[in-house]
Nanobody
Framework: QVQLVESGGGLVQAGASLRLSCAVS????????MAWFRQAPGKEREFVAA????????LYADSVKGRCTISRDNAKNTVYLQMNSLKPEDTAVYYC??????????????????WGQGTQVTVSS
């Protein structure tokens, strides 16, 4: 069973940067495709970014493309989400997700079997 623990969230001003981390345990991280999703109050959970287990393939939502970078360090069993030029609309709980299945639709939350508890990101204007 894979366990995921997010960290790095916080309260920042618009224009600032944050780096979220997701620690992966319970399975070799090299075999798990990973993603970040987020959920704002009153809204559905939405896709942010995904990365293949090799790190070669990445996918981004249009809303964060150019501002966010997903990466992974399999030696440290950690996945990162670097977020720059943060906007108030980025405010949400950010969730790390993983799957060991073949990833066909990285943007689809239903593809992922493992989820973290989430970390709050709040961006003030």
């Amino acid at each position: 069973q894979v366990q995921l623990v997010e960290s790095g969230g916080g309260l920042v001003q618009a224009g600032a940067s944050l780096r979220l981390s997701c620690a992966v345990s319970g399975s070799p991280s090299g075999s798990v495709h990973m993603a970040w999703f987020r959920q704002a109050p009153g809204k559905e959970r939405e896709f942010v970014a995904a990365i293949s287990w090799t790190g070669i393939i990445t996918l981004y939502a249009d809303s964060v493309k150019g501002r966010c970078t997903i990466s992974r360090d399999n030696a440290k069993n950690t996945v990162y989400l670097q977020m720059n030029s943060l906007k108030p609309e980025d405010t949400a709980v950010y969730y790390c997700a993983g799957t060991q299945r073949v990833l066909r639709r990285g943007y689809d939350s239903g593809q992922y079997d493992f989820w973290g508890q989430g970390t709050q990101v709040t961006v003030s204007s």
